[in-house]
């Protein structure tokens, strides 16, 4: 409910949940988001605007390297959203 809650306040282009679990946390320290560059695709939140850019995923190279299009996706976020991107 908190990342819900992050993803209303903010409207980041791209919206990552922390992995972290540990009490010192930095993102539990902060009053405000991270931005990013380089995330894990596993779970992220695309908003509405951003998502006509940035999806679907381009998985034509994934046949060498599974790692490719999640790549590409946190390289066109980053450059087309930059500051955007927030964990």
Request: with cysteine.
């Amino acid at each position: 409910q908190s990342f819900q809650s992050f993803l209303k306040s903010w409207e980041p282009a791209v919206g990552v949940p922390s992995a972290l679990q540990y009490e010192d946390d930095a993102r539990t320290q902060q009053s405000s988001p991270q931005s990013i560059f380089n995330f894990d695709s596993i779970m992220v939140a695309v908003h509405a605007d951003a998502a006509r850019l940035l999806l679907p995923y381009d998985a034509d190279l994934d046949h060498h390297c599974a790692w490719v299009s999640q790549w590409k996706f946190a390289s066109l976020a980053g450059a087309l959203f930059p500051g955007h991107v927030l964990l």
